[in-house]
């Protein structure tokens, strides 16, 4: 409707009505300090990680927007097939890592560049440090090989050039994402936190390509507001951009502006079974192009738990 998936929300989907296995996964304790979840398919670090971002996360509670929920570097998955394991020696320290067959009925295909090691896939690990409970840091790492002609290298947030970049038919593409998160509680109803990251990309097959994508995002949750059990919410960011290429040995800057993520959503609990969520979203230079008009997308979301 809009033209951009900069203003996609965090609920929303493609299934065009098939019925199908959403999610199909295993989790257990290995040890006291060991847990380890096995996904079969639907697949996502953001369910099995810690991803700084508690108010905000969920897509049927949290943002509105699907970049608001939490850093896109969780997003590597792509609801693919594979293997997590949260490691914690105490309260203050958790080290994850993960093996994904990313996208969906990918890792049971027997083709050529598919299957759950020859297709998409990544690597992810995050070290979690919490020196205490008003401090939450987290340190993320995800290698990410691509196949084919769109690699969504970002799940779809931030711009088409960003998730696409230099997709061919026969394209094969890695990149290396670093991610900083941080959560900080000064009081027991107020929650800070923010996310940034960098990306780098490069071609695996013809011309030597290379590129380097950044982002970032700050939210505010003020739990409580106005009346117990309701929580306000901001976000603010700047959704993946490519700020520099390389074709060959030319340089280029292909996204000269910058886009600019706003939203406010005000969570109301009607009763413990209905949450009623009224915001707004407004993408400021849509697509990192200044000659796109702004685009405000007002939302009222009912949420029923049962």
Known sequence: ITGTNMTRLGYDGSRANAISINKLNYAFNLSDKVRVKIDATGGELNENVNVFN???????????????????????????????????????????????????????SPLEQQGLFDGNNTLFGQLAFKPNKAINV?????HAYRVGAEPKLFGDTGSVYANKWDSVADDRTESNNYGLQVSLQPSSKITLGGWAGYTTASTLVGPPNSAEMFYWATTLGVKDFLKEGNTLGFVFGQPPKVTSAKVGTVSSSPESSTSYHIEGLYKIKLSDNILITPGALLIINPENNDKNGKELVGTLRTTFTF
């Open 138 to 142: 987290g340190l993320t790492y995800a």
């Open 54 to 108: 508690p108010d905000f996360r969920s897509s049927g509670t949290g943002a509105l927007s699907r970049y608001g929920r939490f850093s896109p570097i969780y997003r590597q998955a792509g609801d693919g097939a594979g293997i997590t394991v949260n490691v914690t020696p105490n309260d203050k320290l958790e080290l994850s890592a993960a093996y994904f067959a990313a996208g969906r009925n990918t890792a049971s």
